[in-house]
């Protein structure tokens, strides 16, 4: 077994520029880096908003193992049989038991266990359940000796500090997601846990966080709700590259842009 593991972090992919860019740019990326796992958020990848089977797959193809989401996931027909029929596709752990599919995948790839974590924040987002209790629910199940990543879909800096520090030490890596911009902020925490406030997204780079740009300055601009519209052209990749000793402690974190 190698001395250390890498998980290479993508941030939310937007709309058909988002997925280009990964189907172009991924496969060098993960050669760069040796990645052994690879992880993004695909919420956002159908037309901008939600997620079909076809742009999964498209996503896969390109090299993803494991694809994370939030409140978007459900924007799409078809969301409950696709959560259901693709156990590579999340949505947070804390929505109620009753929602359709599952926050949690456990996998092996590369020569290490992984468990794969999604998770919501309720700061500005809707009142889901904890987000701090389920995890303690879901890491109690897991074996010693997995390499947990968590994905943290969650508008609050303060509740991803937060929910960071209370896992540190508990979880290998900690992403943010949701915002669409990537931080400055990543760091290994006292504990060992590899942390960034947010990942960025994968998606056009003339727009505003993901969508058209006059659309929404005129929606910021008339208070109207005008509708929002993925954007075009060419894209940027965002993401991290987070590596794992043997001990299950990060010991360095990378931002990753192209």
């Not at 993401?239 to 402690?249: E, L, M, P, V």
Request: proline share 4%.
């Amino acid at each position: 077994m190698p001395d250390v593991h890498r998980v290479l972090m993508l941030g939310d992919v937007i709309g058909d520029a988002g997925i280009h860019a990964v189907a172009q740019d991924l496969p060098g990326l993960i050669r760069k880096y040796g990645a052994d796992l690879v992880v993004a958020n695909g919420e956002n990848a159908a037309g901008g908003f939600g997620l079909t089977l076809e742009t999964a797959n498209q996503l896969f193809s390109a090299g993803i193992d494991v694809l994370t989401s939030g409140n978007h996931i459900w924007e799409k027909k078809g969301a409950t049989e696709l959560l259901q029929g693709q156990p590579r596709i999340l949505r947070p752990a804390n929505y109620p038991a009753m929602a359709p599919g599952r926050g949690l995948l456990e996998l092996t790839k590369g020569g290490a266990r992984w468990a794969v974590m999604n998770l919501q924040g309720r700061e500005g987002m809707s009142p889901l359940d904890s987000p701090f209790a389920r995890a303690d629910e879901l890491l109690a199940g897991i074996a010693a000796g997995t390499i947990v990543v968590v994905d943290f879909h969650a508008e609050s800096f303060a509740e991803k500090e937060a929910l960071s520090l209370y896992l540190d030490g508990r979880v290998s890596v900690f992403a943010g997601t949701h915002t669409h911009v990537q931080t400055a902020d990543e760091r290994i925490l006292p504990k060992g846990t590899g942390y960034i406030g947010d990942l960025g997204m994968s998606g056009p780079v003339d727009s505003i966080i993901g969508v058209k740009v006059d659309g929404c300055l005129k929606r910021n601009i008339s208070q109207m709700p005008i509708k929002m519209e993925v954007a075009e052209g060419q894209s940027t990749i965002c993401g991290a590259i987070f590596t794992i000793g043997s001990d299950g402690r990060c010991v360095e974190v990378r931002r990753v842009r192209v």
